[in-house]
C-alpha cells in the first residue's frame, strides 16, 4: 500500500515541507543537483532510481518551483535548482553532516570545502578556517576519508572522484 503524500490533518511548514521533498529519491535528486548533475539520463545513472519514478519526482519538483527545466545543449532538457530549490542547501548539508556522524565508521565519503581558503565547511555553514560563511556556490566537494573509490562504469561517481565545485555542471 502506497503512503499518502499529503498531510491533511497536519497544519504546519514541517509537514508542508515534507509533501515536497520527504518522499523516496527527492532528497537524493536535489543532492545530485547541487552536485551538477542536470540531465535525465545523468540522474538515472547515478542514482539508479526507476526512470518513471525519476520522471514524477522531477515533474513534480518544477511543478512545485523547486527546480527549472531548462534548454540544454543537443535539444535535451536539464534541470537546474530554483532559487526555492537552493534554499534547501542548509538542510541537505545538515543531513549529509548528521548522516557522516552517525553511519560512515570510515569518516565522511564527502567534504564540504570552502573555494576561497580550502578550509572545511562546518554543518552550520562557515568555514572552519576563515570563520566566513560559505555559499553554496563558493563550496567544494572533495572525497574524504570514507571514500572508497567511484562506483564502476558511472561516470558522475568518477567526476566526483576529484574535487568539484558545487552547482557546475557534471557529466
Not at 514524477?56 to 540544454?72: K, N, W
Amino acid at each position: 500500500m502506497a503512503l499518502p503524500r499529503e498531510y491533511p490533518g497536519q497544519s504546519c511548514a514541517m509537514a508542508r515541507a515534507l509533501e515536497i521533498v520527504g518522499e523516496r529519491w527527492t532528497l537524493l535528486i536535489l543532492r545530485d543537483a547541487f552536485f551538477g548533475v542536470r540531465r535525465f539520463s545523468d540522474f538515472s545513472r547515478h542514482l539508479g532510481v526507476p526512470r518513471a519514478v525519476l520522471s514524477e519526482r522531477l515533474e513534480f519538483l518544477v511543478a512545485e518551483g523547486v527546480l527549472d527545466r531548462v534548454p540544454g545543449p543537443r535539444g535535451r532538457d536539464e534541470y537546474l535548482l530554483s532559487d526555492k530549490g537552493m534554499a534547501l542547501w542548509p538542510v541537505l548539508r545538515a543531513l549529509a553532516a548528521w548522516g557522516d556522524v552517525h553511519y560512515s565508521p570510515a569518516g565522511p565519503r564527502r567534504v564540504f570545502t570552502h573555494a576561497g581558503c580550502g578550509g572545511t565547511v562546518t554543518p552550520g555553514g562557515h568555514c572552519a578556517d576563515c570563520g566566513a560563511h560559505v555559499p553554496v556556490g563558493a563550496t567544494v566537494l572533495v572525497p574524504g576519508p570514507g571514500y572508497e573509490g567511484p562506483a564502476e562504469g558511472d561516470a558522475i561517481s568518477a567526476a566526483l572522484a576529484e574535487p568539484h565545485r558545487l552547482l557546475e555542471p557534471l557529466g
